[in-house]
């Protein structure tokens, strides 16, 4: 995983419910060339933020012992273009976690509007897999804990969750 397309989690709630958040800035290189003079954030990247969204959420449901994929994508609509100062919400709600793989529903919006609507299918393969393309997932989980990404973190009782071991604060870093 090279891009993280979300900023931060503003409520994740263990194996059932993740909202994260994605701001849209003319910093972003992709935005001067889609399309020039009239700036869009491109579908196929909302459509990666809301499968990040959803896959870390599946992945923590294993304790990110699981590699989470994406498998496909049955249903999606996009109702508007996203422009730059657009604030987008990511919400994911999982419909079922099987052993080998699981689905969610995700919605994209811009303010109250509904931007995108979809359905995602991951596919998991087992820890200890020896599939090379897949060894960035530990690091990438790794990059978003160190982001604080999931301090928002609630576990299915409402309780905070659990700190992940090993985690590194930022904060810690520069004290």
């Given at each position: 995983?090279?891009?993280?397309?979300?900023?931060?989690?503003?409520?994740?709630?263990?194996?059932?419910?993740?909202?994260?958040?994605?701001?849209?800035?003319?910093?972003?290189?992709?935005?001067?060339?889609?399309?020039?003079?009239?700036?869009?954030?491109?579908?196929?990247?909302?459509?990666?933020?809301?499968?990040?969204?959803?896959?870390?959420?599946?992945?923590?449901?294993?304790?990110?012992?699981?590699?989470?994929?994406?498998?496909?994508?049955?249903?999606?609509?996009?109702?508007?273009?996203?422009?730059?100062?657009?604030?987008?919400?990511?919400?994911?709600?999982?419909e079922y976690v099987h052993e080998d793989g699981s689905m969610v529903r995700a919605t994209s919006r811009v303010g109250d509007r509904v931007q995108a609507e979809m359905e995602i299918v991951y596919g998991h393969i087992g820890a200890g897999t020896s599939a090379p393309e897949l060894s960035e997932q530990k690091s990438f989980v790794f990059t978003m804990k160190l982001l604080g990404i999931f301090d928002v973190g609630r576990g299915a009782n409402g309780a905070r969750a659990i700190e992940p071991p090993g985690l590194i604060r930022f904060q810690e870093k520069v004290a």
């Open positions: 995983m090279r891009w993280i397309w979300i900023d931060r989690f503003v409520e994740f709630e263990s194996g059932k419910r993740a909202v994260a958040l994605k701001n849209v800035t003319l910093a972003e290189d992709h935005l001067h060339d889609h399309f020039p003079g009239w700036p869009v954030m491109p579908n196929s990247l909302i459509t990666e933020g809301l499968a990040q969204t959803g896959g870390l959420l599946i992945g923590e449901s294993f304790d990110f012992e699981k590699k989470v994929v994406l498998a496909r994508i049955p249903k999606a609509a996009y109702h508007f273009a996203v422009r730059p100062g657009d604030q987008l919400h990511y919400t994911t709600e999982v």
